[in-house]
């Protein structure tokens, strides 16, 4: 079974950045364009972030500007740095692969089980 594991959510301040990472298997960071979604309580997953194996960035309209994906091919990570974060930001992320066209539908090969992120004063 496929494993993409996420780590680095927690509880922040408004405009108290932090960064959240992704592992993946090798095989897999290295032939799938990587991705962040979120979902917030009540509404639909969106995409945040997609990031291809030749480190092409591309953001969903929830990234407002104030979010970065990156990927270390060292270590088979996918990053996502949450600047400026905001109380509307707080969502479960989740990590995914899969290949543009069905990310930017909303769909993936492979999902992360989630972290969490509130931002609350």
């Known amino acids: 079974q496929v494993q993409l594991v996420e780590s680095g959510g927690t509880i922040v301040q408004p405009g108290e950045s932090l960064r959240l990472s992704c592992k993946a298997p090798t095989d897999i960071f290295r032939l799938y364009t990587m991705a962040w979604f979120r979902q917030a309580p009540g509404q639909d997953r969106e995409l945040v972030a997609l990031?291809?194996?030749?480190?092409?960035?591309d953001y969903g309209d929830s990234a407002d500007g104030r979010f970065a994906i990156s990927r270390d091919i060292d270590k088979d990570i996918v990053f996502l740095q949450l600047n400026d974060p905001r109380p509307q930001d707080t969502a479960v992320y989740y990590c995914?692969?899969?290949?543009?066209?069905?990310?930017?539908?909303?769909?993936?090969?492979?999902w992360g089980r989630g972290t969490q992120v509130t931002v609350s004063s």
């Open positions: 995914a692969a899969g290949a543009p066209s069905e990310l930017r539908r909303g769909t993936a090969a492979y």
């Open positions: 990031i291809n194996t030749v480190s092409i960035a």
